[in-house]
């Protein structure tokens, strides 16, 4: 099983604040969940503290335990651990996906970022991100201008030799 995401989708966000979770998308969280079984609901951490970011940042238990992990090694009164810890541990909200696929936006996660009618999901690797769409256009225009800067003969994947970082 994939332990990564992949692929994006538009959802409708009921009166109740309930949202589907793309199939694909349900299929990482079990895998990526030690405690998850057939039948039982899997969890994951909807991440919300970072003002500069304007969605939420869905983590599952194994990703979200790799952080925990990075903040438990930094100096206990140092700046950095008091802001991640803050951000990962005080405006963070354990949820899980039920039995529908179905996870619940509460009002004040529905508030950070934007969302009313619909719900747009986006891979990030070991995360996935819920937008409200309108903004994710904007964000994306943002990304496509920001492309369509770099040279013609551009390869994006020469990042990854850390080339360009």
């Not at 790799?66 to 206990?76: F, H, M, S």
């Not at 509460?106 to 999901?121: G, H, M, R, T, V």
Request: glycine share 6%.
């Amino acid at each position: 099983m994939a332990r990564r995401f992949r692929g994006e989708g538009l959802h409708k966000v009921d009166s109740k604040g309930r949202v589907s979770v793309p199939a694909l998308f349900r299929r990482v969280v079990e895998a990526c969940d030690p405690n998850w079984t057939e039948g039982l609901a899997p969890e994951l951490v909807i991440v919300y503290g970072d003002p500069k970011k304007q969605f939420l940042e869905c983590y599952t238990m194994e990703a979200i335990e790799e952080v925990d992990r990075k903040i438990d090694a930094l100096p206990r009164a140092s700046k950095g651990r008091k802001l991640l810890e803050r951000i990962f541990h005080g405006h963070s909200f354990p949820t899980s996906i039920d039995e529908t696929g179905r996870l619940v936006l509460s009002a004040k996660l529905k508030a950070k970022a934007q969302i009313d009618k619909e719900a747009y999901f986006i891979a990030s690797g070991d995360t996935f991100q819920i937008w409200n769409p309108e903004v994710y256009e904007e964000d994306q225009a943002l990304t496509e201008k920001m492309l369509q800067d770099l040279p013609d003969d551009f390869d994006a994947m020469s990042y990854l030799d850390g080339e360009g970082i």
